[in-house]
């Protein structure tokens, strides 16, 4: 045996047991025929490609095969979401506040903030003409620049958006790096149709306005927890109309989303726990760092945990008719 396929045959670990055992030889024998003479290490393409098949066998042995593309379709509305969002905090950033008020700011521009959401709205540009690999990286770059934000406003001493406010952008970002490769025309164009409509109500909201508005005032009581219940009710409806077709993606999508949900949410939350034990109308920052702690570890837990459930409920039983295969989940026609 020569060291690639060892090696072909250790990422091939990544596939379920019975998988491997019954076409594992022809896994790895697919790999190896193209392989140059000499060559020792499986290249980056096949390594990824094993490991999402492995990842692929896996949730569909557990009875979770909508999962993959329940993460599509949440990448897409978190995509949506996030670049909505930038486009009413860029509306914000430009609008300081006077210099007479004494309120800091990075010169023309309420904060380092701006960087940021310019990020995010190239990536909506990106996305209507590359999708897929350039649209992931434009939204890497902005993920990166979401959080190099903040070092960077600590050692400039310039202001920047707080962090309910970016903690939310980081955990879309996260979910919108799934953006599925192609999509229809309309779909790679509503980004930015999501920029425009949102960049203009933020435009009129701020007109209504006759004082500076902060990130600390409508951000954490409207724009935010309205933010979740549109993407929370979207992710809702299109999860009961799917499961109408027999279609569960869009319980994965939902379970994908709670967490930045929970991020956009975060205020409200620690208000109505920090409210009921002191009282306050407001709550303290103890109580916003505890809640988006929570958030961040509760979300990421339950889709192991709903994955564990389903493959329990679907715990295959004696072969029959009717009884699925633990690997490729289809219905068995006939007894053996």
């Known amino acids: 045996m020569t060291d690639l396929e060892r090696r072909y ?17 022809e896994i790895v024998g697919t790999y190896l025929d193209p392989a140059g003479p000499g060559r020792r290490w499986p290249s980056p393409a096949d390594a990824a490609d094993l490991l999402r098949g492995g990842l692929r066998q896996r949730l ?7 999962l993959i593309p329940g993460v599509r379709l949440a990448a897409v509305l978190a995509f949506l979401t996030a670049t ?31 960087g940021v959401w310019a990020a995010w709205l190239l990536a909506a540009a990106v996305h209507v003409l590359a999708p897929g690999r350039w649209t992931r990286r ?3 770059l902005a993920l990166l620049l979401t959080v190099a934000v903040v070092p960077v406003a600590a050692l400039a001493g310039l202001p920047r958006p707080p962090l309910f406010v970016l903690l939310p952008q980081v955990g879309l970002g996260l979910v919108a790096l799934g953006l599925p490769e192609r999509l229809p025309a309309l779909l790679r164009a509503a980004p930015l149709l999501a920029v425009a ?8 909201l ?6 500076y508005i902060s990130y600390y005032g409508w951000t954490a009581s409207q724009i935010l927890p309205g933010a979740a219940v549109v993407l929370l009710v979207v992710v809702v ?11 569960h993606r869009g319980g994965w999508a939902l379970l994908v989303l709670l967490t930045p949900v929970g991020l956009l949410s975060v205020h409200p939350l620690a208000g109505a726990v920090d409210g009921s034990l002191r009282g306050a109308p407001t709550p303290g920052w103890a109580a916003l760092a505890a809640t988006a702690v929570v958030v961040g570890l509760a979300g990421p837990a339950l889709l192991p945990l709903a994955i564990a459930l389903r493959k329990r409920v679907r715990a295959p039983g004696p072969v029959g008719i009717g009884a ?3 690997t490729c989940g289809r219905t068995a026609e006939r007894i053996p």
Do not use: K, Q
Not at 9 to 25: E, F, H, K, S
Not at 103 to 109: D, E, I, K, T, Y
């Open 9 to 25: 045959l250790r990422l091939l670990l990544a596939y379920p047991a019975d998988y491997r055992r019954t076409r594992g030889a």
């Open 197 to 204: 409509a949102a960049g203009l109500a933020g435009v009129n």
């Open 206 to 211: 701020l007109a209504s306005y006759d004082f």
């Open 324 to 326: 699925r295969c633990p």
């Open 60 to 66: 569909r042995a557990a009875g979770a095969a909508g």
């Open 84 to 114: 909505a969002l930038a486009a009413v905090w860029s509306v914000l950033e430009l609008d300081p506040p006077m210099a007479e008020w004494g309120v800091p700011s990075a010169g023309p521009f309420v904060s380092l903030g701006i």
């Open 237 to 247: 409806l299109l999860g009961t109309g799917l499961a109408l077709r027999a279609d």
């Open 138 to 140: 434009a939204v890497t």
